[in-house]
């Protein structure tokens, strides 16, 4: 399911990303990749939502977690 | 001992530190630059350290070295063709794994390098234990545990950086691999290039393999410039390579590499990092769960907000005070190094021009500088991020980007420093937009025109409310402006929001004092030039050419009022103070008048006599139109030119006798008109400036200042027109 519908609290792995290039590396680099474990530590479900990954907090815009698939 | 030079370059995440290394290796030995032809700063120094010479760059900040931004791209580019001695990774030591993913590739470019694990101490407090020798060997680089802002570690680093500079090439490589799959592929790319050039070592071309693979732009545009006479030969296996992969693996290399590096990154962390205490929510994480929190957020973030724009204006006024007195001091002195009462145009250039025309700017300087203090402070400690995050589902639904609201912010100080600060925006369009409506972001130089304007025309109970209507005006205007330019001029997709969010972290006090400066610095520089040069031109402008006639003979009228004073003084019963203030007074009024005839007769009285019918619509008459012309060079102009075209000499904003003459020649409403054309006119030709050099043309600034123009000039004969019909303040 994408990212953008993951409620708070939750544990999730990133499956697969739907973006170009440019995206996909920008999201590696922060920790983004497919394989990656991830905690959602705000969604507001409307606006951008903030997740924990490898060890950092990650801002993702609204647009962007629809691109991410997560299970 | 030799005298060698050591090239280092200083690489990093942001928010890992670097900056504060950077000084802490540096201090006062630094200089910042451009590199060329992109507004990417560059921040080099010097440091001289056991007989040799640094020569110290810090790279831009980044998460990566793809080409996908700017500032990869220039970091990048300085590795390859600068071939620094020693490169430093800064990372932030309580956040390895992410940290690590630069190093990753830094180690894949086969760099020099040194790893400082910076922040040490909150590692350590956090109770990460690392097994420094094994991951030092597992990384192929040394590792040296510093703490930036405590200035703990830097000998130790810079030694490190010594021994490294001085070690021989060939050992320290460390080669990554990338799984099977991959390993084969890059192997078949690698054996093209051996064919074509024997003298790249093994590890370039497995470098140049590994990017070619990723499908790096950068790195295919620099193999095809060479010319290899297999070129075509290399795009086929290229293409042959990513889609076996794609086929066997399920996704493009790009991806796989990525994921490999971060495997390879645990894998080596999961042998040397211990955690003593349990990973949960750490404290940031408690404090976001209210700054960032739906229904807290926004209020906390608007109350935030009020508070810093109180504290500018409520402890920066003493201040202002002071520097007030202190011009008009200074304006004393020059003005008694000649007699009284005499005309030299040196004298008035000094003192009208100059003195009159600096002190205007500089005595904003408070509120400024509290202003990007209290900034400072929200950026260093990592609040800034936050806001960014709740301000981005607004700016989004203008069009714009989360990001853009720090710009806004800072415009409320100055727009110069706010429209450099648009840099942070990657999408062009993004930062285009923000850069063209931050001018409507009313800043502090305006002030001085309302601070004359509103006590003058409106009673003592609105004057927050004007202020503030004002301000709000001029958001709104922002709002609806970029929403125009985003679908039209600048329509199309806007950068996805990802940013990281530091931790919160104290801010030291010299942290934020060189944040505050650095833009500080920059207001004081358009005082000290700009202004200074404008200030003379156009006390050039309205004191040439001088009349030969005038309407009335001052001379014979000063001679009359000084005979009048001198039969005065001859009665017994002669009150010689009265008397004196009757004649000074009377010599004040003659002057004044005569400068007020000088100026209708100069260059720029006539300017403003032609300029008439255009402001006329606006409920402007030729005097307004001649101050306006100086208010163009900087805002802050218009109030000492209004006082010289009203004849009441050295007028400030707090002018009673300035107020009195625009009382009985304006209407409260074209009042109000006139603040308004100044919020939304072309703040000064220093933005204009600035426009140009950060967007790199000519077109988009002079877009800027016409479309402010035009705007002004629209809403304001709007404005007067409508509330002359309806009769609100005539």
């Not at chain 1, 060890?55 to 629809?66: D, F």
């Not at chain 2, 490190?160 to 192997?187: C, F, P, W």
């Not at chain 2, 004044?592 to 006599?609: F, L, T």
């Not at chain 2, 009673?656 to 109000?672: G, I, Q, W």
Request: overall charge neutral; glycine content about 8%; charged content about 20%.
């Amino acid at each position: 399911m994408p990212l953008a519908m993951a409620g708070m609290g939750h544990h999730l792995r990133v499956v697969k990303i739907n973006a170009g290039h440019g995206l996909c590396e920008r999201l590696s680099s922060m920790g983004l990749v497919p394989g990656a474990i991830l905690e959602v530590l705000s969604n507001g479900f409307r606006g951008p939502m903030i997740v924990a990954v490898k060890g950092s907090r990650v801002m993702l815009g609204r647009g962007m977690a629809l691109k991410v698939l997560v299970e | 001992m030799t005298h060698k030079k050591i090239k280092v370059a200083l690489a990093g995440n942001p928010n890992s530190g670097k900056t504060t290394v950077f000084n802490a290796i540096t201090g006062a030995h630094q200089h910042v630059g451009n590199y060329p032809g992109v507004t990417v700063e560059k921040k080099s120094g010097s440091r001289r350290f056991q007989n040799h010479e640094l020569e110290v760059v810090d790279l831009p900040g980044v998460y990566s070295l793809t080409p996908h931004s700017v500032e990869e791209v220039v970091a990048r580019n300085f590795l390859v063709e600068e071939k620094p001695d020693v490169v430093i990774d800064i990372i932030d030591s309580s956040n390895l794994e992410r940290n690590l993913y630069l190093a990753v590739q830094l180690l894949e470019m086969g760099v020099p390098l040194v790893l400082a694990f910076n922040m040490s101490d909150v590692s350590k407090a956090r109770g990460f234990r690392f097994d420094i020798d094994t991951l030092s060997k597992l990384l192929g680089a040394p590792i040296v545990a510093t703490v930036g802002h405590r200035n703990q570690g830097i000998d130790e680093l810079l030694n490190t950086v010594l021994l490294t500079a001085a070690q021989s090439n060939g050992d320290r490589k460390v080669s990554i691999s990338y799984g099977k799959e991959i390993d084969r592929e890059l192997q078949k790319l690698q054996a093209i290039f051996v064919s074509e050039n024997e003298t790249l070592s093994s590890h370039h071309r497995r470098w140049l393999a590994i990017k070619l693979l990723e499908g790096d732009t950068e790195v295919q545009k620099l193999i095809d410039h060479k010319g290899l006479k297999n070129v075509d030969n290399l795009h086929d296996a290229i293409e042959r390579s990513v889609t076996r992969l794609e086929d066997v693996m399920g996704d493009h290399p790009e991806i796989l590499i990525a994921d490999r590096r971060y495997g390879y990154i645990s894998g080596a962390l999961k042998e040397t990092v211990s955690s003593t205490v349990e990973q949960r929510k750490t404290t940031s994480d408690r404090i976001d769960s209210v700054v960032t929190n739906r229904l807290l957020g926004l209020p906390l973030f608007l109350g935030l907000m009020y508070a810093v724009f109180h504290l500018t204006f409520t402890v920066g006024d003493p201040m202002m005070g002071w520097i007030e007195e202190f011009f008009g001091w200074l304006g004393g002195t020059v003005e008694s190094w000649w007699p009284a009462g005499s005309d030299s145009a040196l004298k008035s250039l000094l003192l009208d021009g100059i003195i009159g025309g600096v002190g205007g700017v500089v005595v904003f300087l408070p509120n400024i500088l509290l202003l990007f203090l209290a900034i400072a402070i929200l950026e260093d400690s990592g609040y800034m991020a936050r806001a960014a995050f709740i301000m981005d589902r607004l700016m989004h639904k203008i069009g714009l980007h989360g990001k853009s609201f720090i710009p806004m912010l800072i415009g409320f100080g100055c727009t110069i420093p706010a429209i450099m600060a648009t840099r942070t925006l990657e999408n062009r369009r993004d930062r285009l937009t923000t850069m063209l409506v931050a001018p409507l972001m009313s800043c502090s130089a305006r002030l001085a025109i309302y601070a004359l304007i509103i006590p003058a025309f409106f009673p003592q109970t609105w004057h927050g409310a004007m202020l503030w209507t004002i301000y709000v005006i001029g958001i709104l205007l922002a709002i609806v402006s970029a929403k125009l330019l985003r679908s039209t001029v600048f329509k199309g997709e806007s950068t996805p929001f990802v940013m990281e969010l530091p931790p919160y972290r104290m801010p030291t006090l010299k942290g934020i004092f060189i944040h505050m400066w650095e833009r500080g610095w920059l207001y004081l520089k358009k005082a000290g030039t700009i202004i200074l040069g404008i200030s003379i031109v156009l006390w050039a402008l309205t004191s040439y050419p001088q009349k030969a006639v005038y309407d009335q003979d001052y001379e014979a009228a000063a001679a009359q009022a000084t005979a009048e004073y001198e039969a005065a003084t001859q009665l017994l019963d002669a009150d010689l103070a009265a008397a004196q203030a009757l004649l000074e007074e009377k010599l004040d009024s003659l002057a004044q008048a005569q400068q007020a005839e000088d100026m209708a007769y100069s260059v720029a009285g006539r300017i403003g006599h032609w300029l008439e019918p255009l402001v006329r619509p606006m409920g402007f008459d030729w005097k307004i139109a001649t101050a306006l012309i100086g208010a163009f060079a900087a805002k802050e102009v218009f109030v000492a030119q209004m006082g010289i075209v009203y004849s009441v000499g050295e007028a400030d904003e707090e002018s009673d006798a300035l107020r009195e003459k625009l009382t009985s020649n304006y209407s409260p409403l074209v009042a109000f008109c006139i603040m308004l054309f100044a919020l939304i006119s072309a703040p000064c030709m220093a933005t204009i400036a600035i426009t140009k050099r950060e967007s790199n043309s000519w077109k988009w600034a002079l877009f800027q200042l016409g479309g402010l123009t035009v705007l002004a000039w629209v809403v304001t004969v709007v404005t007067f027109q409508l509330g002359s019909l309806l009769g609100i303040g005539v």
